[in-house]
């Protein structure tokens, strides 16, 4: 069954949203707001339906052609038909919603600009492939299907050159390609990759941090100086005097705040040890290993421990949580213990709200929220969010 639907909005994850001629709500991957598409629906439930673009009846003004050949299988760049200052807005818009909707403390919500990245192409200093049928794959939109990819322009130029002559391996074997400045192109199915146990990450004019191969750390190296700028401006207005950091990695925000702000000291928490051996010679690099300290072990486990000497009238909880958000337990944890404020990192604003919700019944309301794209072209992004405590 196909019919004509239009687009009035893109939902989180990038695809666009319409109704169909019974009112029921759409959702199109490849249509814009302000686009009439004829579409083939894919799967109807109750209460939503999916489609498939077929044809673009009417375009919209911020229509372009993608420059990847992949576009539209590759379930990666979701934004590749749009252009960017359309991407930036929408999920900006997106982020607004989550925090507000249903909010009766939306009001009080100070949205910082969104941070938008110079570039959608070889933004990336790290991609991960699988190999199926003698070819580097993405999975598809079905989380199965191997889509293969001869090159990929999100990547790094040097990876990107690297990706063209190197032989994928065995069916099923995972293949990371990593991208320093310091280290310069790396394929982990390489012998070079083997014999090394760390790489040395540049932060902008923040410096260097070394990081195990195999551990975390922001893949987008134009971005992540803005973050961690993000971060520290947030931190210095807040002049709180301790931090305790919950998912430190290897100690880059608990370092860079340290480092910039008098007086301040730091208690962090990873459950990575390779990260934690990072972040103790990270700190003795940027000169503040008596100011930070860091502990091995999972931040819900640990945090009761970590908060024992603090004073929470003087203290900030800063958390930069996977995309699944934090644990509802160390949720309530923080809310008992009472910080002044609660600063979060996160890649998932879903989880986020739901995070926001569960605060603010420990008095948590939020001050300040931005947006910063540190995806482009994809459909997802970080943002830093600052929760004030009040009475």
């Keep these: 069954m196909d019919c004509s639907v239009p687009v009035s909005r893109i939902a989180f994850g990038g695809d666009g949203v319409g109704r169909l001629p019974d009112g029921k709500v759409c959702f199109v991957p490849g249509a814009l707001p302000g686009e009439t598409v004829r579409a083939e629906i894919t799967h109807e439930a109750k209460s939503f339906a999916r489609a498939r673009v077929l044809d673009v009846l009417t375009a919209s003004p911020e229509r372009i052609t993608p420059d990847c050949p992949l576009a539209g299988t590759c379930p990666?760049?979701?934004?590749?038909?749009?252009?960017?200052?359309?991407?930036?807005?929408?999920?900006?818009?997106?982020?607004?919603?989550?925090?507000?909707?249903?909010?009766?403390?939306?009001?009080?919500?100070?949205?910082?600009?969104?941070?938008?990245?110079?570039?959608?192409?070889?933004?990336?200093?790290?991609?991960?492939?699988?190999?199926?049928?003698?070819?580097?794959?993405?999975?598809?939109?079905?989380?199965?299907?191997?889509?293969?990819?001869?090159?990929?322009?999100?990547?790094?130029?040097?990876?990107?050159?690297?990706?063209?002559?190197?032989?994928?391996?065995?069916?099923?074997?995972?293949?990371?390609?990593?991208?320093?400045?310091?280290?310069?192109?790396?394929?982990?199915?390489?012998?070079?990759?083997?014999?090394?146990?760390?790489?040395?990450?540049?932060?902008?004019?923040?410096?260097?941090?070394?990081?195990?191969?195999?551990?975390?750390?922001?893949?987008?190296?134009?971005?992540?100086?803005?973050?961690?700028?993000?971060?520290?401006?947030?931190?210095?207005?807040?002049?709180?005097?301790?931090?305790?950091?919950?998912?430190?990695?290897?100690?880059?925000?608990s370092i860079l705040a340290t480092e910039h702000i008098p007086g301040l000291t730091a208690n962090a928490v990873e459950l990575d040890m390779a990260a934690i051996d990072a972040a103790v010679f990270n700190a003795k690099h940027h000169g503040v290993a008596g100011r930070c300290s860091f502990l091995v072990a999972d931040a819900g486990e640990a945090f009761h421990t970590l908060a024992s000497s603090c004073d929470p009238a003087k203290s900030c909880v800063l958390v930069d949580p996977p995309r699944t958000g934090l644990p509802g337990a160390l949720t309530r944890e923080i809310g008992e213990f009472g910080p002044e404020a609660v600063l979060y990192v996160s890649c998932g604003p879903d989880t986020l709200r739901r995070d926001a919700d569960r605060l603010a019944e420990f008095g948590f309301r939020i001050q300040s929220a931005g947006m910063i794209d540190m995806f482009p072209a994809t459909g997802h992004f970080e943002s830093v969010t600052l929760f004030r405590r009040r009475p």
């Excluded at 941090?209 to 971005?223: L, T, Y």
Aim: net charge neutral; glycine share 10%.
């Design 76 to 253: 990666g760049c979701v934004y590749r038909h749009a252009s960017y200052d359309c991407e930036l807005e929408w999920k900006n818009r997106q982020f607004h919603d989550f925090l507000t909707r249903g909010n009766p403390a939306a009001g009080d919500i100070q949205f910082l600009p969104p941070l938008g990245a110079p570039s959608r192409n070889g933004c990336r200093n790290k991609l991960t492939f699988v190999c199926e049928n003698d070819a580097f794959c993405y999975r598809g939109l079905d989380n199965k299907t191997a889509v293969s990819v001869q090159d990929c322009p999100l990547g790094h130029p040097d990876i990107r050159e690297l990706l063209a002559t190197a032989k994928p391996g065995a069916d099923g074997q995972k293949r990371t390609f990593r991208r320093t400045l310091h280290d310069g192109a790396l394929d982990s199915g390489s012998e070079k990759w083997q014999g090394i146990a760390h790489l040395t990450e540049q932060l902008g004019a923040f410096g260097e941090f070394r990081v195990p191969k195999a551990s975390f750390f922001q893949v987008n190296p134009d971005m992540a100086p803005k973050l961690a700028e993000r971060v520290l401006t947030l931190l210095k207005e807040l002049g709180a005097e301790q931090i305790l950091e919950l998912y430190c990695g290897s100690g880059v925000f």
